[in-house]
């Protein structure tokens, strides 16, 4: 592990100590340390367990905006075959904060989209950490509209703070092409799934998981706001974003009883940015469980499915 968060601070010393030990042995032959370094692994493991174990709201949007985490990059690239990324909306620009075109997922020929955050300074600034504009929207819009005219299922992997709030956005339509993405959703007869990878933010998120099936990693977090922002407009202070987050019921457990998503995605111990492998494997389980499920449906049936999973949101788990 190279980024340890705030609340592993206590596993990192033990871990740490253990890899001391290891480089002493390392340097020094006769030296055998290989009962004090398994004793501070099974403590490290141990607490491991215990942190994870009871992580609260707070610590899951961490886990979940963790830099190590997988993106939609990761997945895209072991997940699918034969990917041909499609740039542009055909009216503005390319946004490379929104990626997606035609792949195979299992050898199905299939319509992947999916915001990606970047994973180190210059593609981070470059993919503008997720946050799409206008175009990336459209982009997706346009995507959506080939998919359906050449029947192919769509797969949406969302991991966004929110779109885009900057003045340019604005004034090239931000709301109306996120309306338009998540009308877009709604409409096309074609299987839908999309799967929370990472944070889940505002109409950012919703543009994408308007689907026939939503499902969740086990430590993302979907919601309307991001906990800092609910909190300064709450109470007019960020900081008290640890009371937002257990106010906004934004984990994969809770919106899973409110029927919000259909499905938790479970991550390898201590969070899918300890073994990306381990997670990106339950990721195709569940992409190929949920297509499953929607299989052999026609168009009117998967566009009335849709409808009816939206326009009954929230009539379920109101009282948990």
Known sequence: MSQYLDFEKPLAEIEGKAEELRALARANEDMDVSEEARALDEKAAKM???????????????????PNRPH?????????????????????????????????????????IGQEKGNDTKSRIERNFGMARPEGYRKAVRLMELASKFSLPVITLVDTPGAYPGK??????????????????????????????????????????????????????????????????????????????????????DLRKLGVTDRIIPEPKGGAH??????????????????????????????ADRREKYLGMGSKGLAA
């Open 274 to 303: 300890r073994n990306a492998e381990a997670a990106i494997a339950s990721v195709r389980t569940a992409i190929t469980e949920m297509l499953k499920e929607l299989d052999g449906k026609d168009g009117k049936a998967l566009v």
């Open 48 to 66: 491991l367990d215990d942190l994870y174990a009871s992580l609260t709201p707070w610590r899951k949007c961490q886990v979940a905006r963790h």
């Open 168 to 253: 340019g956005a604005e004034e090239r339509g931000q709301s109306e092409a996120i309306a338009r993405s998540t009308e877009k959703c709604l409409q096309i007869g074609v299987p839908l799934v999309s799967v929370i990878i990472g944070e889940g933010g505002s109409g950012g998120a919703v543009a994408f998981a308007t689907a026939n099936r939503v499902a969740m990693l086990e430590h993302s977090v979907y919601s309307v706001i991001t906990p800092e922002g609910c909190a300064s407009i709450l109470w007019k202070d960020s900081e008290k974003m640890r009371e937002a987050a257990e106010a906004m019921r934004l984990t994969a457990d």
């Open 72 to 112: 939609c990059q990761d997945y895209i690239n072991a997940l699918f075959t034969e990917y041909t990324p499609l740039a542009g909306d055909r009216n503005f620009a390319d946004d490379l904060a929104v990626m997606g075109g035609l792949a195979r997922f299992n050898d199905q020929p299939v319509v992947v």
